[in-house]
């Protein structure tokens, strides 16, 4: 099924299999898509603005995504292999997602809570991680170079050296 500039309000994916699907400038508003399959579907500048999704593994999405999140819940979501550049998290909750093998250059997490949010071997490069919660991303196995983030956020990366600050 192809969709194209479509725009979902309040509606309830929960557990769907959106396989094969295309959404092409479409919009997600206050919609609940957690555990929803989303098997070899195709995302073109989708919007998501405050919705649940919870559960979501991104790994079989056809890329590249272009996507916008804005204040939405996206809890225990993978991705993996997958091309995330521009990607945007605006005041999103991605507590204990999972980011592996991911080109997120210039992509924003500005005001997001990252607890427990892992990521491996992904670029940041330039990414925006201003007012990130939470901020515990490996250097050693993930490019930040050029990364912009708040006095904060860089002081919480030095955390994991156990280094006393005055």
């Known amino acids: ?53 919870l559960g979501l ?6 890329s590249p995504l272009k996507l916008a999140f804005n204040k939405c819940r996206l809890d225990y979501n993978v991705f993996s292999n997958n091309n995330l550049s521009g990607l945007e998290f605006i005041q999103c909750l991605l507590r204990d997602a999972f980011f592996q ?7 924003s997490f500005y005001g997001s809570d990252l607890f427990h949010a892992e990521f491996e071997e992904c670029k940041l490069n330039h990414a925006d991680m201003t007012d990130v919660l939470n901020f515990n991303i490996s250097p050693e196995k993930n490019d930040i170079s050029y990364a912009v983030m708040s006095i904060d956020s860089a002081l919480m990366l030095l955390r994991r050296y156990h280094l006393t600050i005055r």
């Open 1 to 53: 099924m192809e969709f194209f500039s479509c725009k979902f309000i309040k509606c309830n994916f929960l557990g769907a299999k959106l396989r094969q699907c295309q959404f092409d400038s479409c919009e997600f508003v206050e919609c609940d898509a957690s555990n929803v399959t989303l098997g070899y579907s195709h995302f073109i500048d989708a919007r998501f603005i405050e919705c649940k999704l």
């Open 57 to 62: 593994n991104w790994v079989d999405v056809s």
């Open 101 to 107: 093998n991911c080109d997120l250059t210039r992509s």
